[in-house]
Protein backbone atom coordinates (compact mmCIF):
# COMPACT_ATOMS: atom_id res chain seq x y z
CA UNK A 1 0.00 0.00 0.00
CA UNK A 2 1.38 3.58 -0.81
CA UNK A 3 0.20 6.57 -0.12
CA UNK A 4 0.03 9.94 -2.33
CA UNK A 5 2.41 12.82 -1.43
CA UNK A 6 0.73 16.02 0.12
CA UNK A 7 1.06 19.11 -3.14
CA UNK A 8 -0.85 21.42 -0.74
CA UNK A 9 0.15 24.16 1.74
CA UNK A 10 -1.25 22.53 5.22
CA UNK A 11 0.82 21.37 8.63
CA UNK A 12 3.76 19.45 9.49
CA UNK A 13 3.83 15.78 11.07
CA UNK A 14 6.16 16.46 14.90
CA UNK A 15 7.76 13.03 14.19
CA UNK A 16 8.66 12.93 10.55
CA UNK A 17 9.20 16.30 9.81
CA UNK A 18 6.83 16.21 6.48
CA UNK A 19 4.15 18.00 5.50
CA UNK A 20 0.11 17.40 5.77
CA UNK A 21 -1.89 18.72 3.29
CA UNK A 22 -5.10 20.75 4.46
CA UNK A 23 -7.61 19.17 2.79
CA UNK A 24 -5.85 15.43 3.96
CA UNK A 25 -5.68 16.81 7.73
CA UNK A 26 -9.52 17.70 7.35
CA UNK A 27 -10.73 14.15 6.44
CA UNK A 28 -10.06 13.26 10.32
CA UNK A 29 -10.22 16.89 11.91
CA UNK A 30 -12.61 16.62 15.24
CA UNK A 31 -15.42 18.33 15.54
CA UNK A 32 -15.08 21.94 17.18
CA UNK A 33 -18.33 21.27 19.60
CA UNK A 34 -17.21 20.91 22.99
CA UNK A 35 -17.78 17.18 24.38
CA UNK A 36 -16.98 15.82 21.14
CA UNK A 37 -17.61 12.24 20.84
CA UNK A 38 -15.08 9.45 19.93
CA UNK A 39 -14.88 7.89 16.49
CA UNK A 40 -15.22 4.36 15.80
CA UNK A 41 -12.65 2.06 14.27
CA UNK A 42 -12.60 -1.09 12.46
CA UNK A 43 -9.83 -3.42 11.62
CA UNK A 44 -11.57 -6.61 9.01
CA UNK A 45 -8.76 -9.14 8.25
CA UNK A 46 -5.74 -7.47 8.71
CA UNK A 47 -2.12 -9.33 8.26
CA UNK A 48 0.56 -7.50 9.02
CA UNK A 49 4.38 -8.56 8.74
CA UNK A 50 7.74 -8.65 9.18
CA UNK A 51 9.54 -9.63 6.21
CA UNK A 52 8.64 -13.28 5.95
CA UNK A 53 7.25 -13.05 9.79
CA UNK A 54 4.04 -13.16 9.82
CA UNK A 55 2.95 -11.18 12.90
CA UNK A 56 -0.63 -10.45 12.75
CA UNK A 57 -3.29 -12.86 10.97
CA UNK A 58 -6.59 -12.19 9.81
CA UNK A 59 -7.06 -9.58 12.53
CA UNK A 60 -11.09 -8.30 12.77
CA UNK A 61 -12.24 -6.29 15.63
CA UNK A 62 -14.51 -3.32 16.45
CA UNK A 63 -13.51 -0.65 18.47
CA UNK A 64 -16.19 1.38 20.10
CA UNK A 65 -16.40 5.41 20.42
CA UNK A 66 -15.83 6.30 24.00
CA UNK A 67 -14.68 3.65 25.35
CA UNK A 68 -11.35 1.82 26.33
CA UNK A 69 -10.10 -1.62 24.84
CA UNK A 70 -7.53 -3.42 25.86
CA UNK A 71 -5.12 -5.43 24.08
CA UNK A 72 -3.39 -8.34 25.89
CA UNK A 73 -1.97 -11.46 25.76
CA UNK A 74 2.08 -12.49 26.18
CA UNK A 75 5.71 -10.90 24.85
CA UNK A 76 4.94 -11.84 20.86
CA UNK A 77 1.59 -11.96 20.44
CA UNK A 78 1.54 -8.95 18.01
CA UNK A 79 -0.28 -6.51 20.39
CA UNK A 80 2.20 -3.44 19.60
CA UNK A 81 2.25 -4.56 15.80
CA UNK A 82 -1.27 -4.58 15.79
CA UNK A 83 -1.43 -0.68 17.20
CA UNK A 84 1.17 0.21 15.34
CA UNK A 85 -0.75 -0.71 12.26
CA UNK A 86 -3.62 1.82 13.31
CA UNK A 87 -1.44 4.70 12.61
CA UNK A 88 0.30 3.32 10.21
CA UNK A 89 4.07 3.59 12.21
CA UNK A 90 3.99 -0.46 11.22
CA UNK A 91 5.34 0.56 7.99
CA UNK A 92 8.35 2.33 8.71
CA UNK A 93 9.64 -0.70 9.75
CA UNK A 94 12.15 -1.95 6.63
CA UNK A 95 10.57 -5.26 4.86
CA UNK A 96 7.37 -4.69 7.19
CA UNK A 97 3.93 -4.63 5.18
CA UNK A 98 0.04 -4.84 5.62
CA UNK A 99 -2.57 -5.79 4.10
CA UNK A 100 -6.70 -5.25 5.09
CA UNK A 101 -8.56 -2.70 6.12
CA UNK A 102 -8.93 -0.22 8.74
CA UNK A 103 -11.11 2.95 8.85
CA UNK A 104 -12.15 5.48 11.32
CA UNK A 105 -16.23 6.10 10.86
CA UNK A 106 -15.53 4.84 7.33
CA UNK A 107 -12.38 6.50 6.07
CA UNK A 108 -9.99 3.99 4.56
CA UNK A 109 -7.01 4.46 6.46
CA UNK A 110 -4.87 2.59 3.47
CA UNK A 111 -6.95 4.24 0.76
CA UNK A 112 -4.15 5.48 -1.72
CA UNK A 113 -5.63 9.07 -1.78
CA UNK A 114 -4.77 9.27 2.18
CA UNK A 115 -1.66 10.82 3.47
CA UNK A 116 0.23 8.80 6.21
CA UNK A 117 0.88 12.09 7.80
CA UNK A 118 -2.85 12.84 8.19
CA UNK A 119 -3.35 9.55 9.67
CA UNK A 120 -0.98 10.27 12.28
CA UNK A 121 -2.40 13.31 13.52
CA UNK A 122 -6.06 11.04 13.36
CA UNK A 123 -4.70 8.20 15.25
CA UNK A 124 -2.22 9.60 18.37
CA UNK A 125 0.30 7.31 20.31
CA UNK A 126 1.43 7.51 23.60
CA UNK A 127 4.85 5.26 23.85
CA UNK A 128 5.97 2.46 26.48
CA UNK A 129 8.74 4.94 28.13
CA UNK A 130 8.16 8.89 28.55
CA UNK A 131 9.43 10.62 25.46
CA UNK A 132 9.40 14.39 26.33
CA UNK A 133 11.11 16.93 23.50
CA UNK A 134 14.57 16.91 25.54
CA UNK A 135 15.64 20.13 24.57
CA UNK A 136 12.29 21.72 24.75
CA UNK A 137 10.42 23.79 27.74
CA UNK A 138 6.81 21.83 29.14
CA UNK A 139 5.42 24.82 27.11
CA UNK A 140 6.81 23.79 24.09
CA UNK A 141 6.46 20.12 23.96
CA UNK A 142 2.71 20.98 24.18
CA UNK A 143 3.10 23.30 21.57
CA UNK A 144 5.27 21.72 18.97
CA UNK A 145 2.52 20.18 16.43
CA UNK A 146 -0.24 23.17 16.82
CA UNK A 147 3.11 25.06 15.82
CA UNK A 148 3.58 23.20 12.63
CA UNK A 149 -0.15 23.90 11.89
CA UNK A 150 0.68 28.02 11.98
CA UNK A 151 -0.91 28.26 15.11
CA UNK A 152 0.25 31.23 17.51
CA UNK A 153 -0.80 33.95 19.34
CA UNK A 154 -3.39 33.74 22.54
CA UNK A 155 -4.55 30.47 19.86
CA UNK A 156 -1.52 28.60 21.22
CA UNK A 157 -1.58 29.39 24.45
CA UNK A 158 -5.25 28.39 25.08
CA UNK A 159 -3.95 25.12 22.99
CA UNK A 160 -1.36 24.27 25.32
CA UNK A 161 -3.60 25.37 28.41
CA UNK A 162 -6.24 23.44 26.94
CA UNK A 163 -4.12 20.31 26.03
CA UNK A 164 -2.35 20.23 29.72
CA UNK A 165 -5.24 20.25 31.37
CA UNK A 166 -7.03 17.49 29.14
CA UNK A 167 -4.05 15.40 30.69
CA UNK A 168 -4.56 16.87 34.22
CA UNK A 169 -1.40 18.34 34.62
CA UNK A 170 -1.90 22.13 34.02
CA UNK A 171 -2.17 22.89 38.40
CA UNK A 172 1.55 21.39 38.43
CA UNK A 173 3.34 22.83 35.73
CA UNK A 174 1.46 26.05 35.32
CA UNK A 175 3.97 28.10 36.99
CA UNK A 176 7.33 26.77 35.24
CA UNK A 177 6.15 26.14 31.71
CA UNK A 178 9.79 27.56 30.52
CA UNK A 179 11.78 24.72 32.46
CA UNK A 180 12.75 21.45 30.56
CA UNK A 181 9.89 18.99 30.14
CA UNK A 182 12.20 16.70 30.83
CA UNK A 183 12.71 17.75 34.18
CA UNK A 184 9.62 16.44 35.63
CA UNK A 185 8.75 13.06 37.43
CA UNK A 186 8.37 9.86 35.03
CA UNK A 187 4.65 9.71 35.78
CA UNK A 188 4.44 13.77 34.59
CA UNK A 189 6.58 13.21 31.57
CA UNK A 190 4.00 10.65 30.34
CA UNK A 191 1.13 13.10 31.31
CA UNK A 192 3.15 15.61 29.44
CA UNK A 193 3.22 13.61 26.45
CA UNK A 194 -0.33 12.51 26.51
CA UNK A 195 -1.23 16.52 26.42
CA UNK A 196 1.04 16.65 23.53
CA UNK A 197 -0.62 13.81 21.67
CA UNK A 198 -3.92 15.92 23.07
CA UNK A 199 -2.47 18.95 21.64
CA UNK A 200 -3.02 17.91 17.80
CA UNK A 201 -6.35 17.17 18.39
CA UNK A 202 -6.85 13.36 17.49
CA UNK A 203 -9.64 11.04 16.84
CA UNK A 204 -8.05 7.76 18.69
CA UNK A 205 -5.52 7.24 21.57
CA UNK A 206 -3.41 4.40 21.47
CA UNK A 207 -1.61 3.65 24.69
CA UNK A 208 1.54 0.66 24.08
CA UNK A 209 2.41 0.16 27.66
CA UNK A 210 1.96 3.34 28.93
CA UNK A 211 2.58 2.79 32.89
CA UNK A 212 5.05 -0.07 32.35
CA UNK A 213 7.84 2.38 33.41
CA UNK A 214 5.71 4.07 36.19
CA UNK A 215 5.56 3.82 40.19
CA UNK A 216 2.41 2.83 41.58
CA UNK A 217 1.27 6.47 42.24
CA UNK A 218 2.51 7.53 38.87
CA UNK A 219 0.15 4.57 37.29
CA UNK A 220 -3.06 4.90 39.37
CA UNK A 221 -2.53 8.68 38.05
CA UNK A 222 -2.51 7.53 34.29
CA UNK A 223 -5.30 5.33 34.97
CA UNK A 224 -7.80 7.74 36.46
CA UNK A 225 -6.93 10.25 33.45
CA UNK A 226 -7.89 7.33 31.01
CA UNK A 227 -11.06 7.14 32.24
CA UNK A 228 -11.70 10.78 31.80
CA UNK A 229 -10.32 10.94 28.60
CA UNK A 230 -12.58 7.98 26.67
CA UNK A 231 -15.74 10.46 27.62
CA UNK A 232 -13.98 12.26 24.35
CA UNK A 233 -11.83 9.62 22.87
CA UNK A 234 -12.22 6.45 21.71
CA UNK A 235 -8.72 4.51 23.57
CA UNK A 236 -6.86 1.74 22.71
CA UNK A 237 -4.51 0.27 25.00
CA UNK A 238 -1.71 -2.13 25.18
CA UNK A 239 -0.72 -4.29 28.28
CA UNK A 240 0.56 -6.75 30.06
CA UNK A 241 -0.90 -5.73 33.69
CA UNK A 242 -4.01 -8.04 33.88
CA UNK A 243 -4.63 -6.29 36.95
CA UNK A 244 -4.63 -2.37 34.98
CA UNK A 245 -6.71 -4.16 32.01
CA UNK A 246 -9.65 -5.03 34.27
CA UNK A 247 -9.92 -1.31 35.86
CA UNK A 248 -9.92 0.67 33.13
CA UNK A 249 -10.71 -1.35 29.77
CA UNK A 250 -14.52 -1.64 28.77
CA UNK A 251 -13.62 -4.68 26.36
CA UNK A 252 -10.83 -6.83 26.45
CA UNK A 253 -9.01 -8.39 23.36
CA UNK A 254 -7.00 -11.67 23.93
CA UNK A 255 -3.68 -12.00 21.07
CA UNK A 256 -2.02 -15.41 20.92
CA UNK A 257 1.09 -15.65 18.23
CA UNK A 258 -0.89 -13.42 15.65
CA UNK A 259 -4.16 -14.22 16.34
CA UNK A 260 -7.29 -12.54 18.06
CA UNK A 261 -8.48 -15.51 20.00
CA UNK A 262 -11.25 -13.27 21.65
CA UNK A 263 -12.85 -10.21 22.38
CA UNK A 264 -15.21 -8.70 25.09
CA UNK A 265 -16.93 -7.45 28.02
CA UNK A 266 -14.05 -7.21 30.04
CA UNK A 267 -15.52 -8.75 32.89
CA UNK A 268 -16.55 -11.44 31.16
CA UNK A 269 -13.03 -12.16 29.35
CA UNK A 270 -11.58 -12.13 32.96
CA UNK A 271 -14.40 -14.59 34.68
CA UNK A 272 -16.06 -16.20 32.35
CA UNK A 273 -13.98 -16.60 29.16
CA UNK A 274 -15.19 -18.59 25.66
CA UNK A 275 -11.83 -20.13 25.22
CA UNK A 276 -10.13 -22.43 26.97
CA UNK A 277 -6.64 -20.09 26.28
CA UNK A 278 -8.26 -17.34 27.45
CA UNK A 279 -9.20 -18.68 30.69
CA UNK A 280 -5.40 -20.25 30.78
CA UNK A 281 -3.65 -17.04 30.20
CA UNK A 282 -5.73 -14.88 32.47
CA UNK A 283 -5.72 -17.42 35.39
CA UNK A 284 -1.78 -16.86 34.80
CA UNK A 285 -1.12 -20.54 33.24
CA UNK A 286 1.23 -19.42 30.97
CA UNK A 287 2.33 -15.78 29.19
Not at 145 to 173: F, H, I, Q
Not at 221 to 236: A, F, G
Request: glycine share 8%.
Amino acid sequence: MTTRPSTETGSMDPSTDTPVSTEQAGRFARSSVTGAKGRHVSVENLDAYYGEQHAVKSFTIEYEPNKVTAMIGPSGSGKSTMVRCINRMHEEIPGARVTGKITIDGEDLYHPSVDVTAVRHAAGMVFQKPNPFPTMSIYDNVAAGPRLTGMKGGNLKERVEKSLRGAALWDEVKDRLNQPGIGLSGGQQQRLCIARTLAVEPEVILMDEPCSALDPIATLRIEELIDELKQRYTIVIVTHNMQQAARVADSTAFMLDGELIEVGPTERIFTKPNDERTEQYVSGKFG
